[in-house]
């Protein structure tokens, strides 16, 4: 018959040595994961806003391409009006329509 060792915690002797360090495995790995999720969100999130100013200056770019070409009657915008119009235009295509079909 095969004796298993066991450790003494408080003067009580505890589970088999094998399953404590299961358990802790399981608990590192458990905060390992949560702690990747909570990184990939803090990323994403940076993401998005870095996308958004991104994009702003494209739309600002791309209204004085428009301006300078072919429509010099179309106003410029500067950086900050950019980047708002494309924070609303997201915000309202974003919003989901409350209409039936």
Known sequence: MRQTATRVVNGA???PAGV?????NAVRRDR???RDKAIDKVAELIGQIV???LRGW???LAI???HHEWLPKCPTLGYGTAT???VLISGALAIPSHRKS
């Open 51 to 53: 996308g958004v100013f």
């Open 84 to 86: 708002l119009v494309i």
């Open 20 to 24: 404590n360090d299961l358990i802790a």
């Open 64 to 66: 004085g391409v428009i």
């Open 13 to 15: 002797m505890s589970q």
């Open 58 to 60: 494209f739309f600002m």
């Open 32 to 34: 390992q994961a949560r």
